[in-house]
T-cell receptor
C-alpha cells in the first residue's frame, strides 16, 4: 500500500513568515495526493489535491503544493503565515483500491 | 448542507460495554469509511465500504464491526469496548468507487473514552 511521511510533527513560524510543511510519498505509480487541515475539535477539511493535471497545485487560504516526482515530495507552502493558519495539517495519498492513507500530521503554530 | 453527520459527539463507556457510532451522509456517495485519530499517529483506517452491501477491512479493524444496508448510513459497532479504543473517530465519504482521485468529506468526529 502507498504511504506518506510528514517530516516534523511541530512547526512554529512567526506571523508573516513563510510556511513550509513537508510530505514525502512512497509510490511506484502516479499517486493522488491531498493536504487536509484540521482546526481544534473539528473534522478535516480539504486544502488541495494533486491528480496529475499540474505539478503546482493551488488550494484554499493561499496555500499551494508542488508535486516533485524526482524527490517523491509534495510539500505544502504559504508565503505569509496568518494567525488563523494555526492548525494541524495532514498529507494523504489515495490508493488504487480507494483507501486514503494519512501521514502523522504536522501541528503549525503561528507566533505574533 | 448536512454533509456527513456523526452521532454521538461524545461518549464514555466502561470496559466490556458495546455501542454503535452512527454515520449518515446525504451526498449520495458510494464510498464511506471510518478512521480513528490518535495523537502522533494521524488517521488510521478501520473499515470502509464501496457501496451498499459491501464492506472491507482497513489497517486497524480488530474490535470493530460495520455494515452498509443503505447508501446513506455506515454505522461502526464496538463489540466489547477496551481502553485501547479510546480515540476520536471520524466518518468520511466520497463519490465514485472507481474515481479514487476524489477527496474525502469528513464528519465532525466522535470522541470516545473507555474507562
Amino acid at each position: 500500500a502507498q504511504s506518506v511521511t510528514q517530516l516534523g510533527s511541530h512547526v512554529s513560524v512567526s506571523e508573516g513568515a513563510l510556511v513550509l510543511l513537508r510530505c514525502n510519498y512512497s509510490s511506484s505509480v502516479p499517486p493522488y495526493l491531498f493536504w487536509y487541515v484540521q482546526y481544534p475539535n473539528q473534522g478535516l477539511q480539504l486544502l488541495l489535491k494533486y491528480t496529475s493535471a499540474a505539478t503546482l497545485v493551488k488550494g484554499i487560504n493561499g496555500f499551494e503544493a508542488e508535486f516533485k516526482k524526482s524527490e517523491t515530495s509534495f510539500h505544502l507552502t504559504k508565503p505569509s503565515a496568518h494567525m488563523s493558519d494555526a492548525a494541524e495539517y495532514f498529507c494523504a495519498v489515495r490508493d488504487v483500491n480507494n483507501d486514503m492513507r494519512f501521514g502523522a500530521g504536522t501541528r503549525l503554530t503561528v507566533k505574533p | 448542507n448536512a454533509g456527513v453527520t456523526q452521532t454521538p459527539k461524545f461518549q464514555v463507556l466502561k470496559t466490556g460495554q458495546s455501542m454503535t457510532l452512527q454515520c449518515a451522509q446525504d451526498m449520495n456517495h458510494e464510498y464511506m469509511s471510518w478512521y480513528r485519530q490518535d495523537p502522533g499517529m494521524g488517521l488510521r483506517l478501520i473499515h470502509y465500504s464501496v457501496g451498499a452491501g459491501i464492506t472491507d477491512q482497513g489497517e486497524v479493524p480488530n474490535g470493530y464491526n460495520v455494515s452498509r444496508s443503505t447508501t446513506e448510513d455506515f454505522p461502526l459497532r464496538l463489540l466489547s469496548a477496551a481502553p485501547s479504543q479510546t480515540s476520536v473517530y471520524f466518518c468520511a465519504s466520497s463519490s465514485g468507487t472507481g474515481a479514487y482521485t476524489g477527496e474525502l468529506f469528513f464528519g465532525e468526529g466522535s470522541r470516545l473514552t473507555v474507562l
